[in-house]
């Protein structure tokens, strides 16, 4: 099997989607479940669009202190919710890399990253979020994607990364070791961390990793789990026309 499977069997009214780690039922009762059954939106390999209602609207409000990768007054916007442990966002972050390549290089892409940690099983998860927080509050913008990337090109995903190299991460790209390590230890993005789970959840998002494509009409269309680079493509085209 190509993802990891719930303990103990998942309620029936879980949910579950393809390459994707999915938080079960309202929160409720804080348990998550683990699955790669079949789709929620759309059929498996596909994806499902839908108008974005007014909540929807606000929650995925492009503001001042998002990181944005790419042209920001692009035609079509990517909103990715993820979280540095998921292996399947591990998996997804390439397929975005190379949309940006593509895509994002002629301008017509830009991709914002949120922050999604599935704190039940990620416990890491907050504070490597925090250190990419940092990355970029010491070296800007840039650092902040170099560091993103770093993380999920060595974590093995579910908790596995080794936080002893967090600063050794910043020190390979250049930034200010001691400045970032004063930054770290202000915890000081915890707001803002809980701000983007928090816009997730009103946005529907239900696990990780949750895509919504804003097409050049505001229309959104929503990509659940770690889908191939062609279906991506195929939905960023759509959204282009």
Partial sequence: MDGEQQRPEAPKNSLAVPGAIVIAGLLVAGAVFITNGGAVLGSA?????????????????????????????????VVEYSDPECPFCKNFHPTM??????????????????????????????????????????????KYWEYLD????????????????????AQDLGLDVAEFEACRAEDKFADR???EYESGLAAGVRGTPHSIIIGKDGKQYVINGAQPYETVKQMIETALK
């Fill in 45 to 77: 390999g596909k994806v499902a669009a839908n108008a974005g209602g007014a909540e929807k609207a606000v929650a995925l409000e492009i503001t001042a202190t998002d990181h944005v990768r790419g042209n920001p007054n692009a035609p079509v916007v």
């Fill in 193 to 195: 961390i809980q701000a």
């Fill in 150 to 169: 770093r993380v999920f090109e060595i974590t093995p995903g579910n908790n596995g990364l080794d936080l002893a190299l967090l600063p050794t991460i």
């Fill in 97 to 142: 890399q190379r949309i940006m390549s593509e895509y994002g290089a002629q301008g017509k892409v830009a991709w914002v990253y949120r922050s999604f940690p599935l704190d039940q099983i990620h416990s890491k998860a907050r504070e490597e979020i925090e250190a990419i927080e940092c990355a970029a509050e010491v070296g800007g913008n840039v």
